[in-house]
C-alpha cells in the first residue's frame, strides 16, 4: 500500500514539473511589438514567435507520448490512470493552441 502511494506521488510531482518548464520570454514582448518598425524588427518577432510555436509543439509530442503510456498501460496507475489521460489531453489541447497562436503572430509580423 505505501509502495503504491509513493509511486503515485513520485508520477505526480514528475508530471508537475514537467508541466511547469514553460519558460518565460526573455525580452519585453509588450516593448518590442510597440518598438517595431523596421522589416527586420517585425523578422526578429516572427522568429521569436516560431521558437516559441517549436517550444509548445515540443510539449504537445512530450504529452502525447505520456498519454500513449497512460493508455496502453493505465493498469499501472490504478485508479490515478483516468486523471492522468485527462490531465495530458487537457495540456495537449492547450499546447496546441499556444503552437497556433504564436504561428499566427508569426505570420502577421511576416506580413508587416
Known sequence: ??????IALLLTVGLMSA??????HPMDMTQAVLN???????EALA???EE???EMQLKVDEHKKLLS???S?????????????EHCQMLI??????????LSMANLHRQM
Open 1 to 6: 500500500m505505501k509502495k503504491k502511494i509513493l
Open 19 to 24: 508541466c511547469s518548464e514553460i519558460k518565460s
Open 36 to 42: 517595431a518598425e523596421s522589416k527586420a524588427d517585425h
Open 47 to 49: 522568429q521569436h514567435y
Open 52 to 54: 516559441a510555436a517549436k
Open 69 to 71: 503510456q497512460y493508455e
Open 73 to 85: 498501460k493505465s493498469y499501472r496507475y490504478g485508479r490515478q490512470a483516468g486523471n492522468l489521460k
Open 93 to 102: 489541447g492547450v499546447y496546441k493552441r499556444a503552437v497556433e497562436e504564436n
